[in-house]
């Protein structure tokens, strides 16, 4: 199984430009979100889905647009970039439930927006 | 709302150190609680996790207890190698009918030095 995989690693985006960030699971997971990571602040929500073609918000969703059409893919639209969208995006999969509640993350996508 | 709040990095110790990294949280209901780990370059993985009070979780010499009077899990080694040298990051997962959400605290940096 290759796991989590998110393409591409690295992106130079000048503002106002759009572009999609690709996520795929081979795991069969439900569960799929988007998250950002910045200096001082941990990981937030962007976006996640419970299931092909269910999504929604998550802490910080506003520029940002998603999609599941099948349980594999779960990508992250940026629609018009700016540099406050400069960060490292993570995806993330896993099966609902307390007791196996493991979150499988990608290795990242480095954004940067000039 | 929900929150975790973890020790300020980075934290710098000498190999075989003993190490307490803290982590306290706020929570509605009865959250899981979560260590991640971060190295270099890579996503996040799974560390330890306990899902009910007076849990503890362990793995590759890590533990951590849940403690509902304190709201803490605070994650220690009794030895510290160079290769835990790495991001951790304390989170609490809720589970709201089948919608759930890890929120993750700040991270905190360890280095460990040979």
């Known amino acids: 199984n290759a796991g989590v995989t998110q393409t591409p690693k690295f992106q130079v985006l000048k503002t106002g430009q759009s572009m999609t960030l690709q996520c795929a699971q081979d795991?069969?997971?439900?569960?799929m979100s988007w998250y950002r990571q910045d200096p001082g602040m941990g990981l937030r929500l962007i976006h996640y889905?419970?299931?092909?073609?269910?999504?929604d918000q998550g802490e910080v969703p506003n520029g940002y647009n998603v999609s599941r059409s099948t349980t594999e893919d779960f990508p992250l639209r940026l629609l018009s970039a700016a540099p406050s969208q400069t960060s490292v995006y993570f995806c993330?999969?896993?099966?609902?439930?307390?007791?196996?509640?493991?979150?499988?993350f990608g290795p990242g996508t480095r954004l940067t927006v000039t | 709302g929900n929150s975790v709040t973890q020790m300020e990095g980075p934290v710098t110790l000498s190999e075989e150190a003993f190490l307490t990294i803290n982590c306290t949280y706020t929570?509605?209901?009865?959250?899981?609680l979560f260590w991640y780990v971060q190295y270099p370059g890579e996503g996040l993985q799974l560390l330890l996790k306990?899902?009910?009070?007076?849990d503890k979780g362990s793995n590759k010499g890590f533990e951590a207890t849940y403690r509902k009077e304190t709201t803490s899990f605070h994650l220690e080694k009794g030895s510290v190698q160079v290769s835990d040298s790495a991001v951790y990051f304390c989170?609490?997962?809720?589970?709201?009918?089948?919608?759930?959400?890890?929120?993750f605290g700040t991270g905190t940096r360890l280095t460990i030095i040979p």
């Open positions: 993330a999969s896993s099966t609902p439930g307390l007791a196996t509640h493991e979150q499988y």
């Open positions: 306990a899902t009910k009070a007076d």
């Open positions: 929570a509605t209901g009865y959250p899981s």
């Open positions: 989170a609490l997962l809720i589970s709201n009918f089948g919608n759930e959400k890890l929120t």
């Open positions: 889905s419970v299931g092909a073609g269910i999504t």
């Open positions: 795991m069969n997971h439900e569960y």
